[in-house]
């Protein structure tokens, strides 16, 4: 049930929002994180009715864990996916069931993530669907053009610093949240990565498939999204678009 509650939520509640966001500030970007913001919140309530109710979210998800990962570690596709043929039927449901629960430990983190990339999709249909219209929406921004505020480095910097403190002092359920942050905090910079990467094949002359291609080449990896978050990070701090300007 909760499953389809979240899948509901993440289609659908970021639709109405961005369409009044987008009329009031006349920005794509904002209205998406508006929509972002609307499922959050959301989340939030649905999470806190449902632990208050005694069915929290997380176990009620978790609650067949154990029997979805001795199924997994029968079928020999799955096994083989995950380069587990060496390992004893015991040690295969071990890795599942910690892999899983690292999943549902990273579940808020998941939801705003994957709200994020519908939302901003849902919002290229809808501002085209409105073209014809009598008050269309703004037309997104280009990809290329996509940077975070200077201040949300910094914020992002002490969120993260607060957390890793928090950790240390060994509050409960703190390294749920330093997960959670971290993987956030990862997926903002790729974005941001991603439009360095944009900016620097639009700066050549390049066709936009190659952009597109390049990030794909580079999303798939742990290393490839490290350097995503890098080249964000810097991009944030330095303005490293400027220094392509300037070489270029």
């Known amino acids: 049930m909760y499953t389809l509650i979240i899948f509901s939520v993440l289609i659908f509640l970021p639709l109405p929002l961005m369409a009044s966001a987008a009329r009031k500030t006349n920005d794509g970007y904002r209205a998406i994180f508006q929509g972002v913001l609307g499922v ?6 649905l999470f806190l ?9 997380g176990q009620a998800i978790s609650s067949d864990l154990q ?4 199924a997994a570690a029968k079928n020999s596709q799955v096994v083989e996916m995950m380069g587990m043929e060496g390992l004893s039927f015991g040690e295969r449901v071990s890795g599942i069931t910690r892999l899983y629960t690292y999943a549902i430990n990273a579940l808020p983190a998941v939801v705003l993530i994957w709200a994020t990339i519908i939302a901003y999709f849902e919002y290229i249909v ?19 053009d996509f940077s975070m505020p200077k201040k949300a480095m910094w914020g992002w910097i002490l969120i993260y610093l607060l957390t890793f403190i928090v950790s240390l002092l060994g509050f409960a359920s703190s390294n749920v949240l330093q997960i959670n942050i971290q993987i956030l905090f990862q997926f903002a910079f790729q974005i941001q990565g991603l439009a360095v990467v944009f900016y620097f094949c639009d700066s050549r002359g390049w066709p936009r498939g190659l952009a597109v291609v390049l990030s794909l080449f580079f999303l798939p990896t742990s290393i490839g999204q490290m ?10 701090g330095f303005n490293v678009r400027k220094f392509i300007v300037k070489r270029h």
């Open 67 to 70: 029997s979805f990962s001795e």
């Open 227 to 236: 350097l995503l978050c890098l080249v964000g990070f810097f991009d944030l």
């Open 49 to 57: 009715v449902a632990s208050l109710g005694g069915h929290p979210v």
């Open 40 to 45: 959050a919140g959301a989340m939030l309530l």
């Open 126 to 144: 809808i501002s085209r669907i409105s073209a014809k219209a009598s008050y269309p929406l703004p037309v997104l921004g280009k990809l290329k």
